[in-house]
C-alpha cells in the first residue's frame, strides 16, 4: 500500500522509514542543504526500487551544469526507466522531467513538472524544480505565474508555504515588484527559519534597489539562514561582499572572498560564476586582486568543452581571458560556435543567441579591444536574461558593457545603457551607477571649450 509525503502527495512507498527519508530529503532540497545527498542515499539504500528517487537524484545531478555529471544523471535516469511500471502518475511525469531535461528540451521539462501541479498544487517539490528549472534558463515571468498558480492553494498550515514564500519572493524581485518582494522574504523565513533562498531573495532586492547598506543590516545575524547549506551558502557571502563592493569597502570584500566565497578551491560553475563576477567588479572599480585569478583560470581550462550552460561558459571565459590563458580561450570559441551552428536543442540556441556575441565581447574585454568588445556585448545584451541567472548575476555583463564604452570613448551610448540599467531597477541608481555617472559628466565638462556653454 503506498503512502503519502509530507506535502500529502502520493509516494509508491510501503515502508514508513523510506517515506521518512524521502520527506528529510526533500525538506533539504527545499532549503539547499547540504544533507540532501545523505538523506537521498538514506532512502536509496531502504528502498532500491523507488524509481521516483533516481528521477530526482537525476535532476539534482542535471541542475550542477557539469559535463562529467551528466553520465551520472543518464544512469539514474536508465534505472528509473526500469521502474516506471511500479511508479504513479505523479513520479511517472518526475521521470518524463528527467528524460526531457538530460535532451535539453528544458522549456519542455518544465511542463512536465506544471503538470503535476495542474494535478497537485500543493506538490511544494514539483513547485521548487519548476523553478529550478526556470531560474536556469532566466525565466522571471515564468516563475512568478507558476508560484502564483498554486499560491491560493497553500494555507496557514501546509508544510512547505514557508518555501513557497521564499520562491515567490525571488521570482517577485525578478519582475521587478521589489516592495512586496522584501515582505514576501521576511515572511517566508518566520515560516521556514532555514529558508535561506527566501533570505537571498530579500538581499537581491538590496541589490536592485541600490540599498547595499540595507542590505548588510538584513544579512546581519542571519548567518543561521544559510550555514546549513550547500555551495549556495558561498552565493549569500557573496551577496554580502557585492553591499560591501558597493559602498567602497573593497578590502572587505576581498576578505569574504578569501574567507568564505572561495574558501573552498571547488570547480562548481556556480562557486566559479561567484568568484569570477566579483574580481571582474573589482577590477573595474580599479582594485588590484593580485593573484585570485590564476586559480579561477587554470579550473576554467578544463571546462572548455562543457557547454552545459552558456551561463557557466560565459564565467569561464572571464577567468580565462581575465588570465591571457589564448589556447584554452580559443578552443571555448571554437566549441561555443560548433554548438551554437549544431542549433540541435534548446541549450545549442542559447549558445548562438546571446552566447556567440557575449563571448566575443569578453574576449575582445580581455585583449583590450574595448571598441569590439562595446559592440559584440552590445549586440548580446538584449538577449542577456536568456543565458539564465538573475539580475544580479548578469550585472557582471551590464558593468562590462558599459565600462567598454566608455573605454572606447562611446560616451553617449554609455550613458544610454546606463540610463537603461537604472530604469531597469525601479530608477535606483546604485554606486555603479553614481559613479559612472560622475565619470561622465567629467569627461563632458572637460571636452567643452572654455567660456562655452554645454
Known amino acids: 500500500m503506498s503512502r503519502h509525503d509530507l506535502f500529502d502527495q502520493p509516494v509508491s512507498l510501503t515502508d514508513g522509514a523510506a517515506v521518512d527519508a524521502w520527506n528529510a530529503m526533500v525538506r533539504a532540497f527545499l532549503a539547499h542543504g547540504a544533507a540532501t545527498p545523505v538523506h537521498l542515499g538514506k532512502l536509496l539504500e531502504l528502498a532500491p526500487d523507488f524509481g521516483a528517487a533516481y528521477a530526482v537524484k537525476g535532476l539534482f545531478y542535471g541542475l550542477l551544469g557539469r559535463r562529467e555529471l551528466m553520465a551520472d544523471a543518464e544512469a539514474a535516469l536508465a534505472r528509473a526507466e526500469t521502474l516506471r511500471d511500479t511508479a504513479n502518475p505523479r513520479e511517472r511525469r518526475l521521470l518524463a522531467a528527467l528524460r526531457l531535461f538530460l535532451a535539453s528540451q528544458i522549456t519542455s521539462a518544465i511542463a512536465e513538472l506544471e503538470a503535476i501541479l495542474a ?7 514539483a513547485m521548487k524544480l519548476s523553478h529550478a528549472l526556470r531560474f536556469v534558463i532566466g525565466d522571471g515571468k515564468g ?56 533570505l537571498h531573495a530579500v538581499a537581491h532586492v538590496h541589490d536592485m534597489t ?24 558561498f552565493h549569500v557571502w557573496w551577496h554580502k ?14 576578505d569574504l572572498y578569501d574567507g568564505h566565497i572561495r574558501a573552498e578551491k571547488t570547480d562548481d560553475y556556480r562557486d566559479i560564476s561567484n568568484a569570477t563576477s566579483l574580481l ?50 580559443a578552443r571555448m570559441m571554437a566549441r ?9 536543442n534548446e541549450v545549442d540556441a542559447r549558445m548562438a543567441i ?47 558593457t558599459i565600462d567598454a564604452g566608455l573605454r572606447a570613448g562611446r560616451l553617449s551610448e554609455a550613458e544610454i545603457l546606463l540610463a537603461d540599467r537604472t530604469r531597469r531597477r525601479g530608477g535606483h541608481e546604485d554606486g555603479y551607477a553614481a559613479a559612472r555617472r560622475a565619470l561622465i559628466a567629467r569627461a563632458a565638462k572637460s571636452a567643452c571649450p572654455q567660456g562655452a556653454t554645454a
Open 119 to 125: 494535478v497537485a498544487p500543493g506538490d511544494t517539490l
Open 143 to 198: 516563475m512568478r505565474q507558476s508560484i502564483e498558480a498554486v499560491l491560493p492553494h497553500y494555507g496557514d498550515d501546509h508544510a512547505g508555504r514557508g518555501y513557497l514564500l521564499g520562491c515567490h519572493a525571488f521570482a517577485l524581485e525578478e519582475t521587478g515588484d521589489y516592495a512586496r518582494a522584501a515582505l514576501t522574504g521576511r515572511a517566508a523565513l518566520t515560516l521556514a527559519s532555514d529558508d535561506a533562498w527566501g
Open 210 to 233: 541600490g540599498d547595499a547598506k540595507g542590505g548588510l543590516q538584513w544579512l546581519e545575524g542571519r548567518e543561521g539562514a544559510w550555514a546549513h547549506c550547500n555551495n549556495f551558502r
Open 241 to 254: 561582499a557585492l553591499m560591501m563592493l558597493d559602498i567602497g569597502r573593497m578590502e572587505d570584500a576581498l
Open 280 to 329: 571582474s567588479r573589482l577590477e573595474l572599480e580599479g582594485v588590484d586582486v593580485g593573484h585570485r585569478w590564476e586559480e579561477l583560470a587554470d579550473l576554467a581550462e578544463n571546462r572548455t568543452e562543457d557547454g552545459c550552460l552558456i551561463f557557466a561558459d560565459l564565467h569561464y571565459l572571464l577567468a580565462l581571458t581575465r588570465e591571457h590563458r589564448e589556447d584554452a580561450t
Open 336 to 344: 561555443l560556435a560548433r554548438d551554437a551552428e549544431r542549433g540541435a
Open 354 to 400: 546571446p552566447g556567440l556575441n557575449a563571448a566575443r565581447g569578453l574576449e575582445a574585454f580581455g585583449d583590450g579591444d574595448y571598441g569590439l568588445a562595446f559592440a559584440a556585448l552590445s549586440k548580446a545584451r538584449p538577449h542577456m536574461q536568456d543565458a539564465g541567472g538573475s539580475h544580479a548575476q548578469r550585472d557582471v555583463f551590464e558593468r562590462l
